[in-house]
């Protein structure tokens, strides 16, 4: 089991990133996929996820109507689209399958 996430950079306030999560060794359609971020100083918190069990969809209330989560089942990826962005999005970003297995977590920097 891999995850590998893409995407993370530096952007100003109001910006765009979209991450990505490869998975590889087991099928996403089967598990409920996620995204964490752990902010410096802080503990790690939920951003969104997609439940296995009934595909529903999780939204942290700090990010909802910003980011959102997607999967391509066909490319064994999922993703997550993040808009207006804003200093307190500033994190290492972590993608996970069932809390269990995790990406290497990929950063991202919001500043002026």
């Known amino acids: 089991v891999q995850l590998q996430a893409f995407g993370g950079g530096s952007v100003q306030p109001g910006g765009s990133l979209r991450l990505s999560c490869l998975a590889s060794g087991f099928s996403i359609n089967y598990y409920t996929i996620g995204w964490f971020r752990q902010a410096p100083g802080k503990e790690r918190e939920g951003v969104s996820c997609?439940?296995?069990?009934?595909?529903?969809?999780y939204v942290a209330d700090s990010v909802k109507g910003r980011f959102t989560i997607s999967r391509d089942n066909a490319k064994n990826t999922f993703y997550l689209q993040m808009s207006s962005l804003k200093p307190d999005d500033t994190a290492v970003y972590y993608c996970?399958?069932?809390?269990?297995?995790w990406g290497q977590g990929t950063l991202v920097t919001v500043s002026s």
């Open positions: 997609i439940n296995f069990g009934d595909g529903g969809t």
């Open positions: 996970a399958r069932d809390r269990v297995d």
